[in-house]
């Protein structure tokens, strides 16, 4: 399955996401930034898709193909993690973490990492899944602590 995301920076860039999408068969996309996009629902539905979640993200928004069962949605301000099923059982966690001008301190990213992580762990536990997927503009370099902290995201980096 194809992932999609893409910070928009407040740009009506809906319809040419829409097209990728399409174009190029993706099943999950989300967005950052999308305040100027216009993503209503019809013309979402029009092309094969759905909004997800139920508005209590305002920092990310995920569009997914109707084929994709949701089995559940914790939303926060800056994340949402859904439980999805196509084919086989998973989880997906969308983020747009606080940039650095706003919060050159990452505790403030960390925070949000922190009780992200508790959520996707806890339905790893209660639903059986194992397979998870984060994804988002997370406003950090990758060897920044809280991409590595064992109770953050505990990244393991590679060449």
């Not at 216009?38 to 508005?55: A, C, M, N, Q």
């Not at 099923?85 to 997906?92: D, E, Y």
């Not at 536990?125 to 994804?135: F, G, M």
Request: hydrophobic content about 45%; overall charge negative.
């Amino acid at each position: 399955m194809k992932l999609l995301f893409w910070n928009l920076n407040k740009k009506d860039n809906a319809d040419l996401a829409l097209t990728c999408m399409r174009e190029e068969e993706v099943g999950i996309a989300a967005f950052a930034e999308f305040s100027h996009a216009d993503f209503s629902e019809e013309k979402i539905e029009g092309v094969g898709y759905r909004l997800l979640g139920f508005g209590g993200c305002d920092k990310v928004k995920v569009i997914a193909r109707e084929s994709i069962e949701v089995l559940d949605c914790f939303e926060a301000s800056r994340f949402t993690v859904l439980a999805m099923k196509s084919g086989q059982s998973f989880f997906v966690g969308v983020a747009h973490l606080p940039d650095r001008m706003s919060s050159p301190d990452p505790e403030s990213r960390l925070m949000d990492i922190r009780v992200m992580m508790d959520e996707i762990h806890g339905y790893e536990n209660v639903l059986s899944i194992s397979k998870t997927i984060i994804l988002g503009d997370f406003n950090a370099n990758p060897y920044d602590k809280e991409l590595l902290l064992p109770n953050a995201f505990n990244a393991m980096l590679f060449k």
